[in-house]
């Protein structure tokens, strides 16, 4: 049976590094994800959007931040660049949902991929159910 398609995004991904509400069931995801249990995806944009939030945590130095974006590479997250039918995918979802063209890339990108969308950001699941299936990450089991 393959496994699970999941498109993570950075508030998800943020949590594995800082505790935060629900990063423990941000941390079962990526267990899921190291087990072989779900495969995860995620627009390009992420890696900078979590080292972003690490560096403003003020809780990493430079070369922990370095270590972070290490990992992040490590774990092998499949990750789209922003061309061809999943850019115009984006553009039409951001206007469509009325909301940011980052938060339309992970929508988008869930769309595209036939896969389930989890995020920390509960306006974005409102708006995401009406494409994709979206997910709070507090509700991962």
């Known amino acids: 049976m393959a496994a699970e398609k999941v498109v993570v995004d950075a508030s998800v991904v943020v949590k594995w590094f800082l505790e935060e509400e629900h990063s423990g069931k941000a941390l079962l995801l990526r267990d899921k994800f190291i087990r072989g249990a779900v495969e995860l995806a995620s627009p390009s944009l992420m ?31 499949e990750l ?22 980052y938060d339309a890339s992970y929508v988008a990108l869930a769309k595209l991929a036939g896969a ?3 995020t920390a950001d509960q306006e974005v699941v409102n708006k995401a159910w009406r494409v994709v299936e979206a997910l709070h990450v507090k509700d991962v089991g």
């Open 47 to 77: 890696p900078y959007e979590v080292l972003n939030a690490l560096r403003y945590s003020n809780l990493y130095s430079k070369e922990e931040l370095i270590g972070a974006a290490e990992s992040l590479e490590k774990y092998g997250i």
């Open 80 to 101: 789209w660049g922003l061309r061809g039918r999943y850019c115009e995918e984006v553009v039409r979802t951001a206007v469509d949902l009325d909301i940011t063209l």
């Open 116 to 118: 389930k969308l989890v």
